[in-house]
């Protein structure tokens, strides 16, 4: 028998084993090279154009790409090879030396690899139109894509995958080499702990980790919270305290913790064990050693993907909202100019509302807001100029909100600058009108925006009686940097479009003027044209987080059910003995369906947690919206995870199926 | 009153250009209370006959009825309810689970059947006293010698109040002085207990404990043996004769 019949023998007779590895392969493949290609599309370059930082984004992810793909392809082959290694034993038994195994196995992964990055990069080549689709859709750009072949993404991915290539026949010649015969053939024994007890070590290193975790979430909780942290000047080192206990408390519990929470239920039995322990309990306990980097792993890019993906989307799907605080309304006219939009409105017939406001300012100082703890920080120094509005001005846009005289409230306070620098109601302070000291007593904290942001800069607003205003506008000598705002909503959604171009023709008279004593200039931006640039930028970021994600769910997923071969493989001997006793299938089953829960479930649920309070921590930098995204990224991992467990248990179900 | 009865059991394995036919029709009774032996040259069909026989596997043609129940009859489901209640198992290489620890080894059987533990548990006290493994029931099997495994092995199977004990060459690995305590707790339980046993072995000396032995040759039954009155040395004489008559090859350990 020739050596290339031998390989395309034992190819074809493993080619059961291998076909997820294949898959997976070709899937890979297909992912770096339709995201390669995407780059290089024409069409894609000119909608990105405007972006700068798009192209390197691109670059840096498809890095990020490839570097998942190379340790997963490592990680499978290595998890393979181990299951192969009675093979390659018994090709040495039989006289073959070492330098010929190396070839025939290099051969046989030579000839896998490369029909799987053929067909990967065939499959990346079409749905690369379909991944362009998908991101000019984020982008809301319209745009035909054309399906483009570029010669430097296939320069560039055959480049990449030769090197893997390499790597991987480097990894075999060590593998092959570094073993002895005999140790081959024993080589699916060892990664087992040979069976021990469970000593006091176990216990304090099981506690410390469980405890580790909990340190870390709930410190997490506080990184940002100003009036209880007295870290918030180390942020950074505060940070990598939270990272280094989650991380090695993660590795803790599932190097110690799972067994010996595992170990204390089982001891309470007395030997009277249920099903689920013969058959899911007691081996994940006993395999705990050789699985707790993997799974340690797996968890942390669980959750560092799903913790990405979710901050991402949030940025996105707040896209609207953080538009709405830039500009309340769909337009906004400044200290009476560009009435001319009104007047061609009219005349081509589109409905609309407007709201007028009347502008003042008052200088305040929101030090007399904060709680005691932060009183002396230095961030309160002096007061601030902020604009004041009347009450009814502002029920012009809320009805129902009233006031006594003195009395006001302050709004436009939410997301970032609230979780920073959280103020109180129900406290009375002294505003300057002019030199005129007046005391307001603030009732309410509110999240409304009405003023667009070239007005407020960013500082909440106050408003108050009418009576209290007009005191307000008389104090004040100096004439406002901007005195009146016009807000324009339309009526019907349908207009948007003819009202957009109307707006974006007037774009000489949207230049706010301000006054002779402001030298700096504005241009008003409508609704609209905010949100806009606020989808291109968070829509590339998402499309290419949402890229990774899949990328490090598709590895982790997979790596997870090869790791449940290969242990399905070693329990048939169990399943054998449970059948001949007298164990049903569907006993044993039973007992399975436990231990994949656990396998899938607990790296995703610890991953989930972990993300979820990485999440919590600072999502308001990101947008203003936290359970919409984050239910849905997490949904998804779920249901995706969900898939590689079924895929396990058929695996199980066919071992279970041929152990009799 | 026969507990197992075989009528004309065949069994051919591969499809029917290779067919290979590796029991020819036997037919058996074994009563309640006996110590049977199977012995035969390698070859002779001992543990294909076995296994038909304790419904692992399935006779090609031919009946088993346990009991006055004909196993063909059951479902997957109903056939490993069977087993698990009706059927004790002792193989040559232990099976036991590593993970679990001798405590937990012999209760298997009732993770699945529902018993009160106490009953459970004081099943569990009779059988370790009289197999004498009560020191090491929270020990591991990697953490005990051969003997001590196979003893295990057989408590698990005597735990349910087996109708009939199935041994598939149980002294094979081990020692002969483990072997002999092997046998001798056998014989003990077969007769204290009136426990039905039915054993497969090439050894003679552990054929000599049974009650009676039948011989296999190309899967037929060539001969049987009664001990009667005999002492064991007796019996281990005679047996010795048959397997020389039956062939020089008889010994294939």
Redesign the interface.
Known sequence: MTLSRLVFRSMRKNVKQYYLYFFALIFSVTLCFSFTTLQYNPSVVEALELSRTASAGFKAASYILYFIITLFVLYANQLFMKRRSKEIGLYQLIGMTKGLVVRLIALENIVLFVVAVCAGMVIGYFSSRLFAMALLQLLEIDMVINLAFSQEALKQSIIIFSILLVVIILQLVWMIRRVSLLSLFSATKQADE??K?FSIFHSVMGLIGLLLIAFGYYQSTMLFDVEKSAMFENLYLHMLVILGSTVLGTFLFFRYSVSLIMNTVRANKK?????T??LAV??I??RMKSNAKSLTLITLLTGLAVGIMTLSYISYYSAETKARQVSPYDYILLNNQGNEFIQQLDQEGVEYNIDTYEIATVNLNIKDLVSDTLQDSPLFEGDSTTPVISLSNFQQRVHEVQLQNEEAFITSYADIIAEVLPIHAGREIVVKAGETEIPIYITEIREDYLLSNIVSYGSPLVVVQDALFEEIQENNTEPERISSQIGINLVHEGDKEKAEEIYSSLADQRTVELNDKYTDTFVQSSYEEVRKQNVAVFGLTIFVTAFLGLAFLLTTGSILYFKQMAEAEEERE?Y????????????ILKGIYAKQVFNFGVPLVIGLLHSYFAVKSGWWLFGSELVAPLLIIMVLYIVLYTVFAVLSIQYYKRVVNNS? | MAVLVGRKIRKVYGKKSTAQEVLKGIDLEVNKGEFVGIMGPSGSGKTTLLNVLCSIDYPTEGVVEINGQSLSGFKEKALAKFRREQLGFIFQDYNLLDTLTVKENILLPFSISKLPKAVAESRLKELVGLLDIEDILNKYPNEISGGQKQRTSAARALITSPTLVFADEPTGALDSKSANALLTNLEKINQQKTATIMMVTHDAVAASFCSRVLFLKDGAIYTELYRGDKTRQQFFQQILSTQSVLGGDGYDA
């Open positions: 040979r069976v007890r030997g009277h064990l249920k099903v322990d013969v007691t081996p306990m006993h169990s054998n003995i449970l059948r001949k006793i007298g164990f049903s299938k569907a006993d009799l």
